[in-house]
């Protein structure tokens, strides 16, 4: 089909880049930052937008909360050209060291989630691609940007991530975890595509606080001013590709 059935769009429609949020919100505040700012499509959890970067013509789009939708999103944009995802999204810490507000560039992502094992087994790796990777961590070195670099968790059950869960991460040195990069990691790699992940510390599970939990909003205020240096980081590393 030309028309995809959920963002609605087309071949031609959108840059061979796309920065994918998973909040729409974030999709305006990303587009905020750039120039020639076009709204395409907008459906259910997804918002499209083209934008410029310095030059660089790239695309906006957001995957609504977790695996399935994100993996929705990837097919689709892979379908209509996009070459590239980078993930600009938020997280929760599982090393102490962490704090809220902390950037996280990921390395790959355990699948713990149920979407990737439609497409292979468990076994195979969620990997970044390098050279996204690479563009994240230069950016944010560029910036002078502390950032933690590493593999993270995906999981798709926020509200069953037990003590045990939260244990057996943080014993296996993940930094933190989040809902959508495994999905977005297989299905770049299984395309011959490539995708990496910038994300912004929301609470650190092995110390006990979660987003929501500070201020009665979702996100704390470090973390709501620390997804702008993400934002910075993730736009200047679109340029680099």
Known sequence: M??????????????DIALVPGDPGRVDRIADRCDDVDTVAQNREYK???????????????????????AIAAEELAAVGVE?????????????????????????AAKDEGTTKRYEAA???????????????????????PVHIGPIATDDAFYAETDAHVDAWSEAGLLCVEME????FTLARR???????????????VKGTQKGETDGEELPEKAKDNVERAIDIALDAATRL
């Open 2 to 15: 030309a028309k995809q059935p959920h963002l609605l769009v087309e071949p031609g429609d959108l840059a």
């Open 48 to 70: 499209l937008v083209n934008a410029t970067q310095e030059g660089r013509e790239l695309t906006i789009c957001s995957t609504g909360i977790g695996s399935p939708s994100a």
């Open 84 to 108: 590239t995802f980078v993930r600009v999204g938020t997280t929760g810490a599982l090393q102490p060291n962490i704090e809220i507000g902390d950037t996280v560039v990921a390395t790959g």
């Open 123 to 145: 076994t195979v790796p969620a990997v970044a691609d390098y050279g996204t990777l690479s563009a994240l961590v230069e950016s944010a070195e560029a910036r002078e940007a």
């Open 181 to 184: 990069a495994a999905a977005l």
């Open 191 to 205: 395309k011959g595509l490539a995708a990496g992940a910038i994300c912004t510390v929301d609470g650190n599970l």
